[in-house]
């Protein structure tokens, strides 16, 4: 399987949230909420209970159950964020759901997280999939940071654009792939305690456009791990020719 197949297996599972007992323009205000989640949001029917609340689910089963303010609020729910402690249930639950059409600078922020709980951890393994020489030139100074950890091993990838910039703490892996020319990746293994586990995983489908996930699921990162040290383990030198 490849990180393609894996981003279209996780677009395959759409969820399902059910909004009960609010108006219209409540049921509205989510789909705006969620219309960069591979999450379908529909307006059900509840004689009495709770104002307002919301059902997730998938395949028609029952996955968790919220209010609409705990969903909402704060803002930064919806965005990408490692901190399991800030997360409210539902966010909880769509772990491993897919985002459509983030831009590239909500992709470096989502990036930012996992870099900072790698930091923060000081040590274990963090890979972090460039797509380009020429871009991983331009945060030489944050994984030069990152790999100046005594105990973070960091390894990049990209394809041969440019020559390979002058780096000392980390290690660069120069790969003629086109999974790596489309994907950007950045996965930390959680120096091996689940809890400190985390990913994020995107394709470029338009220009500068990524779909994609990121994920808390200790099996999914280290399927990720395990796939990127099994087809990209040898370390090259030079930039070679680029990618067709």
């Known amino acids: ?25 409540v049921t509205e205000a989510l789909r705006e909420h969620f219309a960069d989640r591979n999450v379908v949001v529909e ?13 997730l689910s998938k395949d028609e089963q029952f996955l968790t159950a919220a209010s609409v303010e705990d969903v909402v609020n704060p803002r930064r729910a919806t ?23 983030y831009d590239t600078g909500q992709m470096i922020a989502a990036s930012r997280e996992i870099e900072d709980r790698a930091w923060r951890v000081g040590s274990g393994e963090l890979h972090a ?21 005594a105990n973070l091993d960091v390894h990049t ?14 290690t660069v892996h120069v790969e003629r792939s086109r999974e790596v020319a489309d994907s950007w990746f950045v996965v930390y293994d959680g120096a091996g305690v689940e809890a400190n586990k985390c990913a994020l995983l995107a394709e470029e ?9 990121w994920t808390y699921d200790p099996d999914t990162v280290d399927w990720i791990v395990d796939h990127l040290r099994t087809a990209y383990g040898l370390v090259e030198t030079d930039g070679g020719a680029p990618v067709e």
């Open 1 to 25: 399987m490849s990180l393609t197949e894996l981003i279209a297996g996780v677009e395959a599972h759409e969820k399902t949230l059910t909004v009960f007992n609010a108006d219209a323009g």
């Open 43 to 55: 307006r059900g029917e509840a004689a009495g209970g709770p104002r307002e609340y919301v059902v």
């Open 79 to 101: 965005d990408p964020h490692f901190d399991r402690k800030a997360r409210k249930p539902i966010l909880d639950h769509l772990d491993e759901t897919m985002f459509t059409s």
């Open 129 to 149: 999939g460039f797509q380009r020489l020429s871009v991983l030139e331009t945060q030489l100074d944050v994984y030069e940071q990152l790999g100046g950890r």
């Open 157 to 170: 990838y990209a394809v041969p654009d440019a020559p390979v910039p002058s780096h000392e703490s980390f």
């Open 205 to 213: 489908r338009e220009p500068r456009r990524f779909y994609g996930f």
